[in-house]
């Protein structure tokens, strides 16, 4: 099948390879092609992933010692806030767009997206709102403090800050949201004769289901910070109790955004997760339909539960009944995911290269994160824990351990096929050891935290925290310093190393693995023959 | 299919399984947008039905459920004032009011500035019997902040209040004083926030 479409015309490669775009800058401002759009994506997701985590070093370091060392704590919560929307914002989700741009054409067979010339906007869009984020530290009264949940009265009352925050979110809901049009419609429209919906690989699924997120919750985050804008400005009264409006109903609007968020940045995951684990498996992905209809439903029901984040802003008892069996209720297609991904492993050839140790430690650590998600469904467990440390410790193993260590796998999975160059496998094995025990000796005390009342969001705390803290502390700075350690893997990958084949992974399967690596600028500019058997690997 | 609508680098017309043109999938999705941007505009009203139709958002109501499972009785209620200088007149418009228990009360203090200065004054509640104090809620009152008049000014303050149902049944007579004091300019803050502590 390689044959037939790329290595074909050795000729028409190398014009195809370097003909069609004007060299230097503008290559990447002018761009419209998957490829470069998805590396720009994924370079932007890592700077602003340093910029985040720079700033949670910041928060950790504050936390080292009871009382005030190095901040004030006006900057303890701007830092907090902009670590969470550069994080979620600025790192994760742009993260997955770039492995969508990049794989998605590639997996079902298209040359491009669907709309080339829109996915250049999508990226950027990016770096203003990045721009708008990081530059509001600087101005009078500084970035917004309210947490990333940006909730009324205290966002009403700040500086111009919030105001570039407001801002910033409106471009990058823009961007998403064109971005997943897009997606969306690559998936839908441009797939190889003979894949069919069921037989899609199944990390277009999840971005199906992620795209459709998007489109319907992006508008409602643009809503509410419109209404926060006009508060602050136009004199209207949405969530100002003295004009008969209501700060809860800002609560309602934004976890109603909020909580297909969650599964925007984890289903993605899902997906990478479940094309390395069959590949190093050696085995077929267990349960493909079942995982479809997993995904659907987390999709679906990912609208319905989001007042557990509010249980303690006064809903009657029927409310916080409803959203706990409903919260609860997602666990079930999350926890068939879980034991697809485990099945799949059963009697499997297993070989721990580094995608499949960090596909492995985020099925391990998202598991532990998605059960103490359990535990704060409970209504009467989450009034004890609400703002603690436990609440922390929970999004932390399943955002970094669960997005971020999936994000991992992908890049390790697909960089051979990005760079032509197989990754330094040594370097890759640290990587993945420091960032596992370190993420663990991170976070794993805070769950300890948050269960004797260390409050979130606070820069001081009493004297019985210190011991659990100092830990946290060495393990959120050696985290830190260990992921500088895939910046040198992927320089090295892109400089040299060994070749990579088409296919460097012997239990790949799929349409992306039959074109030649490094791919090629233009891949499947006729659609390639699509073998059913191939399918759900 | 479409060659215009094709994707970029796409020549030949192919036989891709697709739904409908590039452009009208991604219509129908702009729309899913415009509904979700009109489902967040319609929320505030939304929200403000629903909390109506189900109770949730009716203080009023909450007031009433909470007064009416207890039965007022009858209270007296006796009106004092005192300025600390001289310069104040001060005095309440109704000496003494029989009430009920739950109900509000709406009573009226004169004070007059009786320098050719400006003066800056706060009252400061006390009630008799002492323990009584905390069955006077008060929603409105003059005292809960400084006042500043002047020079030979008059003015008419209101304080609105109820009194607890839950007042114990040896107080039959709850006498409501207040006492004005000058605020030395410097000074002025401290004493607003230690009043407003024991109002």
């Known amino acids: ?537 | 299919m479409n060659p215009e609508l094709s994707p970029v680098g796409s020549t030949t017309a192919d036989s891709r399984p697709r739904v409908g043109s590039n452009v009208r999938i991604a219509s129908i999705l702009v729309i899913v947008v415009v509904g979700s941007l009109l489902f967040v505009a319609a929320q505030p009203r939304l929200y403000r039905a629903f909390c109506e139709w189900t109770g949730l958002y009716d203080i009023d109501r909450a007031e009433q459920v909470a007064v009416s499972s207890l039965p007022g009785r009858p209270v007296t209620l006796e009106f004092d004032a005192n300025s600390h200088d001289g310069g104040l007149l001060f005095r309440p418009q109704t000496n003494s009011l029989a009430v009920k228990t739950g109900e509000i009360v709406h009573v009226i203090y004169r004070v007059e500035n009786t320098r050719d200065s400006t003066v800056i004054g706060q009252a400061v509640p006390s009630y008799g019997p002492q323990h009584a104090g905390g069955y006077v809620k008060k929603l409105e009152c003059f005292c809960f902040k400084q006042q500043t008049f002047a020079p030979h000014e008059v003015r008419e303050m209101d304080v609105v209040f109820l009194i607890d149902p839950k007042l114990p049944d040896d107080v039959a007579t709850l006498t409501l004083s207040y006492t004005f004091f000058e605020v030395p300019a410097g000074g002025a803050k401290a004493l607003a926030t230690s009043a407003e502590v024991r109002t």
């Open chain 1, 1 to 537: 099948m390689q044959a037939t479409h790329t290595a074909g015309h050795a000729g028409d490669h190398h014009h195809d390879d370097h003909a069609h775009y004007p060299s230097g800058w503008k290559r990447w401002v002018t761009t419209t092609n998957h490829k470069d759009i998805g590396s720009m994506y994924l370079w932007f997701s890592f700077v602003m992933f340093l910029v985040g985590g720079a700033m949670s070093l910041i928060i950790r370091a504050e936390l080292f010692s009871p009382g005030l060392q190095y901040v004030s704590p006006e900057f303890y919560n701007q830092m907090l806030t902009l670590h969470a929307l550069i994080m979620v914002f600025g790192a994760i989700m742009p993260a997955f767009v770039g492995f969508a741009n990049w794989m998605i054409p590639m997996m079902i067979g298209a040359s491009d997206m669907a709309f080339a010339r829109m996915n250049n906007w999508s990226f950027w869009l990016l770096p203003p709102a990045a721009i708008l984020l990081t530059v509001s530290i600087f101005v009078p009264g500084g970035a917004a403090g309210t947490g990333w949940t940006l909730y009324p009265p205290l966002s009403v009352q700040m500086g111009i800050g919030m105001d570039m925050t407001i801002f910033a979110v409106h471009i990058l809901g823009m961007s998403s949201i064109m971005g997943s049009i897009n997606i969306v419609t690559t998936i839908l429209n441009l797939r190889t004769p003979g894949m069919t919906l069921m037989k899609m690989p199944l990390f277009c699924w999840t971005w199906l289901v992620t795209g459709f997120l998007l489109i319907a919750s992006m508008p409602i985050l643009a809503g509410a910070v419109t209404m926060l804008l006009t508060d602050r400005h136009f004199g209207t009264t949405f969530f100002n109790a003295a004009g008969g409006g209501d700060p809860v109903l800002f609560q309602h609007i934004f976890w109603f955004f909020g909580h297909p968020e969650v599964y925007i940045i984890a289903l993605p995951a899902f997906g990478v997760v479940s094309h390395v684990i069959p590949a190093f498996s050696r085995k077929h992905l267990f349960g493909y339909t079942s995982m479809v209809y997993a995904i659907a439903a987390i999709g679906l029901i990912s609208f319905f539960v989001w007042a557990h984040h509010m249980y303690v802003t006064g809903i009657p008892l029927t409310g916080q009944l409803y959203f706990m069996y409903a919260t609860m209720l997602i666990a079930v297609p999350t926890g068939v995911k879980v034991f697809n991904w485990v099945t799949t492993m059963w009697r499997g050839s297993l070989t721990f290269e580094t995608p499949m140790l960090f596909a492995l430690g985020f099925l391990v650590l998202f598991t532990i994160g998605g059960l103490t998600g359990l535990v704060l469904a409970m209504t009467a467990v989450d009034i004890q824990l609400q703002d603690t440390y436990y609440v922390v410790a929970h999004f932390h193993y399943v955002m970094v351990a669960g997005a971020l260590f999936s994000a991992y796998s992908g890049l390790y999975f697909w960089l051979p096929k990005w760079t032509g160059h197989m990754y330094n496998e040594g370097l890759g094995k640290l990587h993945f050891w420091l960032s596992i025990i370190f993420f663990n000796i991170a976070f794993f005390p805070q769950h300890f935290l948050g269960l004797a009342g260390m409050p979130r969001r606070i820069p001081d705390y009493s004297q019985q925290f210190a011991d659990f803290n100092v830990v946290s502390s060495v393990g959120a700075f050696g985290f830190g310093l260990s992921q500088l350690l895939v910046l040198i893997v992927v320089f090295q990958a892109v400089k040299g190393g060994a070749k990579a084949d088409s296919r460097p992974w012997d239990g790949a399967h799929g349409l992306e693995w039959t074109v030649p690596s490094p791919a090629p600028y233009h891949t499947f500019e006729d659609p390639p023959a699509f073998d059913a058997a191939e399918a759900h690997a």
